[in-house]
């Protein structure tokens, strides 16, 4: 399949008119071929104008028909075979192993989709039976499904080029959810989004879908993200990328004379949290299991482990001793873009040059747009009352916070933002201090994991992908999981409808084989 720079719009490809920009091959910083022409406003107005017009005849068709076309997509990105992986290589500087498992994640993601509609769970049917004989007043017939929201804007992720980009878990969910999806992709990875965005368009094509139901667009700058978002036929926004992106972004929302959700995935440093019996007992062991998660990837997940907290004494030494001589002996790795290079190294420069930190060790240093790890300390009297501590430094770097006592460590806790995971290491002995922590820590972040990083999301029914501000912008949401098609749904109740006219979901005759709550029952079909 070649790559030739172009939009892909209502069944369409076409070379924009816009200003060019080309790919960046990571680990040299030269530019790619193709030319990436950008859309215009006016290819906007088209993607979306289709979308629009899509949305009825796509979200009316059966939840088979969806789950067979998200199939096709899997399969489609298959198909492309090795280009796709060489080419995400080229473009992210990732190495082919992370790339071959983040494309079965992103097949996995689509199936697992697939698996949610024909289950049906996700219309939560509901029938509530007239009673007219009912005192002191009848009660009407009243029936609920979930219907999808409309046309959705999808912005490719940095970090993700296959599984948070094109055909990710956005795409999906929302696909999954009957709303036609208009993609904006990352001008990072232009050529891998080219690639799987014709895979999605074969697959509406082949599938017998309208034109609209899916857009590809490229821009090198922010015009055409910001004008998607304002678009008036756009329901809702995934994002996953900077706080600084995702605010501005739900600024454009919220300004809209209709305001719609902007569900952003933003900023986290993911406390792990050291605990004195896990420390005695296997200190030295998770030094090294630390470094390695937080050195993966170059430190630029989401979910990277950027805060440390343990008590004060002897257990935490031999922790530390062993994360310094791992820190060590890490290699400098390529970072994705060199706008993160440069914005990791402004970070870490503000730790080195803190009066409050110590440099306990950095990684083997790197040329280019490599970033070297590096490892740091301070005081918990100093991280609470210098909130700069707190800030995400994205990539791999690590920030110990050392504290007197178990009541300071949960006053550290108490003070962080919102967060998408957080991490307890701990024996049985350390069970009463836990049982004092879950209670925090249920307030602050989205997952909860026990002896591990948070390094590793699993595509699964009870994954949480998300928490409280800024880690994403509703806390109540997962852009991971099946639950992640909620966001893209909203409930109508039909009253005194006739059976004829009533959906199939809510049919007497239950057409679609669903489990239903009935009168406040749940009832198999």
Not at 290 to 319: H, K, Y
Not at 377 to 405: K, M, N, Q, Y
């Amino acid at each position: 399949m070649d790559i030739r720079g172009e939009l892909l719009i209502g069944g369409e490809a076409f070379v924009g008119s816009g200003p060019g920009f080309q790919g960046i091959e990571a680990a040299s910083g030269h530019p790619i071929e193709p030319t990436f022409p950008a859309a215009t406003a006016q290819d906007l107005d088209r993607a979306c104008g289709l979308a629009a017009e899509a949305f009825t005849a796509f979200r009316d068709t059966a939840p088979e028909a969806r789950a067979r076309f998200l199939e096709s997509i899997a399969q489609n990105i298959l198909d492309i075979g090795d280009a796709l992986i060489v080419r995400c290589m080229a473009e992210s500087g990732l190495p082919r192993p992370r790339l071959e498992g983040e494309r079965g994640r992103t097949v996995g993601q689509l199936r697992m989709f697939a698996g949610v509609l024909r289950d049906g769970g996700f219309l939560q049917a509901r029938i509530d039976p007239a009673l007219p004989e009912r005192k002191p007043l009848p009660r009407p017939d009243l029936r609920l499904r979930m219907i999808g929201v409309g046309p959705v804007a999808v912005f490719g992720a940095s970090n993700f080029p296959l599984a948070f980009s094109v055909a990710g878990g956005d795409t999906a969910a929302a696909l999954a959810a009957g709303c036609p999806v208009v993609a904006k992709a990352h001008p990072a990875h232009p050529g891998t989004s080219e690639l799987v965005g014709r895979a999605v368009q074969k697959a509406v094509a082949d599938c017998g879908l309208p034109a609209g139901t899916f857009a590809l667009l490229f821009d090198g700058g922010r015009d055409i993200g910001q004008g998607l978002v304002a678009d008036p036929r756009i329901m809702a926004v995934g994002f996953t990328g900077s706080r600084a992106g995702g605010i501005a972004l739900m600024k454009i929302a919220a300004a809209r004379p209709h305001p719609i959700p902007v569900y952003a995935e933003m900023s986290s440093i993911n406390p792990v949290v050291l605990l004195p019996g896990a420390l005695a007992a296997r200190g030295e062991a998770i030094g090294r299991e630390f470094v390695a998660s937080v050195a993966l990837g170059a430190g630029q997940f989401c979910t990277n482990p950027g805060l440390l907290l343990a008590i004060e004494g002897p257990a935490l030494d031999g922790f530390v001793a062993s994360a310094k001589a791992a820190m060590a002996e890490t290699a400098a790795a390529t970072m994705l873009t060199p706008g993160i290079a440069k914005a990791y190294e402004a970070g870490v420069s503000v730790l080195e040059d803190h009066a409050a930190v110590e440099t306990l060790a950095r990684g083997r240093a790197g040329e280019g747009l490599q970033g070297q790890a590096g490892l740091f300390s301070t005081h918990a009297d100093a991280f609470l009352t210098h909130p700069e501590l707190g800030d995400e430094v994205f990539g791999a770097a690590g920030l110990l916070v050392r504290c007197r006592d178990a009541a300071q460590l949960q006053a550290v806790l108490e003070s962080l933002e919102g967060q998408l995971t957080a991490a307890l290491h701990m024996v049985e002995a350390d069970h009463p201090t836990v049982r004092t922590l879950l209670p925090v820590l249920e307030t602050k972040v989205g997952r909860i994991l026990v002896n591990g990083f948070g390094t590793g999301v699993e595509v699964a029914d009870a994954m949480v992908h998300g928490g409280p501000f800024p880690a994403t912008s509703d806390g109540r949401t997962t852009s991971v999981g099946s639950l992640a098609i909620d966001r893209f749904l909203r409930p109508v109740s039909y009253q005194g409808l006739p059976d004829a006219l009533l959906p199939d979901a809510l049919k007497d005759a239950n057409p679609l084989k669903l489990w239903r709550r009935v009168d406040g029952a749940v009832k198999a079909p």
